[in-house]
């Protein structure tokens, strides 16, 4: 089994900058990737990553502002996030695919595990 935690979720003014974080414990997990849920609508995706970290993949709305990056060795995946905009504003979540046969995942329902959320919040 796999437990992913969130941190770094904050209040910021728009243009500002967050990090976000994801620890992963338990089984090694391999594709990672994040998500959003904006205040009432449907959960999206916001960006990518392989096992290795070469293969990066992001959601055109986020695109050169955004910078998703991993570190195996503390079994920790990380989102930047510059430039912020208030449609920004949502719950981010962490999600993992356990296969080791596929090397990126954008889609939501092939993640096996989801962390809880944080809360990022974009002011004008």
């Known amino acids: 089994q796999v437990q992913l935690v969130e941190s770094g979720g904050g209040m910021v003014q728009a243009g500002g900058s967050l990090r976000l974080s994801c620890a992963a414990s338990g089984r090694t997990v391999y594709a990672m990737g994040w998500f959003r849920q904006p205040p009432g609508k449907e959960r999206e995706f916001v960006a990518a990553?392989?096992?290795?970290?070469?293969?990066?993949y992001y959601a055109d709305s986020v695109k050169g502002r955004f910078t998703i990056a991993r570190d195996n060795a503390k079994s920790t995946v990380y989102l930047q996030m510059n430039s912020l905009k208030p449609e920004d504003t949502a719950v981010y979540f962490c999600a993992a695919d356990q296969r080791i046969t596929v090397v990126v995942v954008t889609t939501e329902t092939e993640y096996d595990y989801w962390g809880q959320g944080t809360q990022v919040t974009v002011s004008s």
């Open positions: 990553i392989s096992w290795s970290g070469r293969s990066t």
